[in-house]
């Protein structure tokens, strides 16, 4: 067990651009969970991982998505860090460049994984979008100075992944050894029921509301392990009525702090459940 520390050093800090990044929340969990001690550590939802990153679990991790290729990519950055970042000082920041690399098809999983580091930073917004053919089909960003990660950077990473398995599954698999004090956290895509806009395709399936109720049965398990969770969600009353089982319900959002009250108005707000105690 140990206690609950964050950090802000971007060395460590994730080397993806990720939609729905959780990056703002980081400095706010010291305040959500205190000095909560726990055993190992999950991330069933893993995307660019800022709070993985961030709280820097000291036991075992686990970080899975249903992405195949952000997986795979980070599991290149653990074994071949160097590799991939001689890979990427290849590529030129351009349009051309950009829709030449997308088209390419490599073989080479170092490569492949340079290629996907490489046009998330130059994409539009680093989001991750794939054609019925399963085609990565983002544009080109026009971004002047994109932060691609630096060698060090990526050997932080690849030091900072030693201790995690990495996997690719949904993430109801993804939580079968959760044991009694672990802390698992959850930042699944935010659909609500009846919206007609709600839905939000990351991989070539939706992630649908009957999603969100198997999530709902999880937590229910995790809770009834003795583990500790932590979910984010969409501010809908959909959420509320399927999530609110009497653990602590917070409302955060990016640029207020977080309390039972609600935020300022206009700043896309959203849910945070957990049965993390306070101190
Ligand atoms: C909101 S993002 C997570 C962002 C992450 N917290 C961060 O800070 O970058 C949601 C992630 O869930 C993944 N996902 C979607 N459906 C899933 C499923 N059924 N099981 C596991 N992962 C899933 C997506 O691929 C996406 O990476």
Known sequence: MRSLKTEKDESVGPFLRWAGGKRWLLCRMPEIIGSLSYNNYYEPFVGGGSIFFGLNPAGKSTLSDLNSELIATYKQVKANPITISRLLKRFDNSPEEY????????????KKAAQFIFLNHTSFNGLYRVNSSGEYNVPYGFRESPKIPSEDH???????????SLKVCDF??????????????????????????GFVNYNQRLFAFEDQKRL?????????KGAYFILTNAYHSSIAELFDRGDRKLITSR????????????????YLFTNAPLD
């Open 99 to 110: 829709y030449k690399l997308r088209a390419r098809k490599y073989e080479d999983p170092a």
């Open 154 to 164: 990526l050997i932080n990473i690849s030091k900072r992944l030693g201790r995690t």
């Open 172 to 197: 109801e698999h993804a939580c079968e050894s959760v044991s009694k004090g672990d802390l698992v956290f959850l930042d699944p895509p935010y659909t609500v029921a009846h919206s007609n806009n």
């Open 216 to 224: 709902a049965d999880l937590i229910d398990l995790l809770r009834r």
């Open 255 to 270: 640029g207020n702090a977080i309390g039972g009250k609600m935020a300022k108005r206009g700043s896309a707000i959203e």
